[in-house]
């Protein structure tokens, strides 16, 4: 046996059982640390504290395959299968926190994924309705916040271009998929005062997270946030 072989052994038992006696809190505290030094870093408002909250709440490492759990803690995105990723957690908090959300808000997610972002804003809010075109993926996720206690989120599998008009309207709308254009049905799924926020743009382009408001008197504005890279909106719109 030479020491590469008991070195490689080593390393595959290590990847394979990775997580025991690990103490997650404190590495989750101190991913939420990384994220507010990011944020101020590159120049965004430090986020409220509900958003802060959730963030030391909600156990990514419950939302990762099991092969990455080691990594569940770093600011990075990570893949959770079908060529999808779990969001990078700097950009979690910082689109929670530009939605504005209170705790009796109704909130629309389009692209559960991993239910991650999904479980964020169950912290906080009312209500979470999420959907996903990728039916294995929904479901999984949709088992995984049921499992883990978050009876405030509903998610359903279809194209969330549409919008979820039977529960419409919503305080807020966050898409966490690229688009080419807002689509029209979210916008006219946001109540007035509501916010969504949205990437746009081709993937593997410069994508920009942009902030949608809906004004009271019906108009919408939107502005640039800061360059993002997300996986594409699909479906057949
Ligand atoms: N919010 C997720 C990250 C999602 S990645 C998390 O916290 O883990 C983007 C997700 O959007 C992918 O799962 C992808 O399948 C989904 N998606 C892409 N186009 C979609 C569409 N038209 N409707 C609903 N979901 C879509």
Request: charged share 20%.
């Amino acid at each position: 046996m030479n020491r590469y072989f008991i070195v490689g052994t080593l390393l595959c038992f290590c990847c394979a059982f990775p997580s025991y006696g690990e103490d997650y809190s404190a590495k989750r505290h101190k991913m939420v640390e990384e994220v507010l030094a990011d944020l101020a870093a590159n120049g965004n408002p430090a986020p409220g504290p509900d958003v802060v909250q959730a963030m030391e709440k909600v156990e990514r490492h419950r939302f990762v395959p099991d092969w990455l759990t080691r990594f569940a803690y770093i600011n990075r995105p990570l893949p959770i299968g079908h060529g999808q990723t779990i969001s990078q957690p700097v950009i979690v908090a910082l689109m929670t926190d530009l939605i504005k959300v209170k705790a009796g808000d109704k909130v629309l997610e389009i692209g559960t994924g991993s239910g991650y972002q999904a479980a964020v804003l169950a912290k906080i809010v009312k209500s979470v309705y999420s959907m996903e075109i990728i039916e294995s993926l929904g479901k999984e996720a949709a088992e995984r916040l049921a499992a883990l206690g978050y009876g405030n989120v509903q998610v359903k599998m279809e194209d969330g271009y549409y919008g979820w008009p039977a529960e419409a309207p919503f305080d807020a709308i966050v898409v966490t998929a690229a688009a080419s254009h807002v689509p029209p049905p979210l916008i006219a799924q946001l109540k007035p005062g509501g916010r969504m926020v949205i990437p746009l743009g081709a993937q593997f382009m410069t994508q920009f997270l942009m902030l949608v408001e809906k004004h009271a008197d019906g108009t919408v504005s939107s502005r640039q946030i800061i360059p993002v890279g997300f996986v594409p909106l699909t479906g057949g719109h």
